[in-house]
Nanobody, 122 residues
Framework: QVQLVESGGGLVQAGGSLRLSCAAS???????MGWFRQAPGKEREFVAA????????YYADSVKGRFTISRDNAKNTVVLQMNSLKPEDTAVYYC????????????????WGQGTQVTVSS
């Protein structure tokens, strides 16, 4: 079992930056990690994912070039650095984990955090 806790959300103006962190505990070995987001009235959507080793990353087209995912396995932490934020990035952001390789489908992730709100004002 893996427990995940997100932090770092908040309110920021368009063009600004935020850094989300996900602290993992439990059996984290060989767990790929992902970030997803869900806006009001919309389905949960993929944002970014990173392999256990950190050697492979994958981004949604909507955030490519603006967001960066990274992990520090020694600290059991996954970070999503978000730059050049837009109002359409407003959502609750969730950290998720799954044994095996990275994947963009939320249905294959077993472990989820409680979410952190990100609001981008125009």
């Amino acid at each position: 079992q893996v427990q995940l806790v997100e932090s770092g959300g908040g309110l920021v103006q368009a063009g600004g930056s935020l850094r989300l962190s996900c602290a993992a505990s439990g059996r984290t070995f060989s767990v790929a990690m992902g970030w997803f987001r869900q806006a009001p009235g919309k389905e949960r959507e993929f944002v970014a994912a990173i392999s256990w080793s950190g050697g492979a990353t994958y981004y949604a087209d909507s955030v490519k070039g603006r967001f960066t995912i990274s992990r520090d396995n020694a600290k059991n932490t996954v970070v999503l650095q978000m730059n050049s934020l837009k109002p359409e990035d407003t959502a609750v952001y969730y950290c998720a984990g799954r044994p095996g390789g990275i994947n963009s489908s939320p249905s294959v992730y077993l472990y989820w955090g409680q979410g952190t709100q990100v609001t981008v004002s125009s």
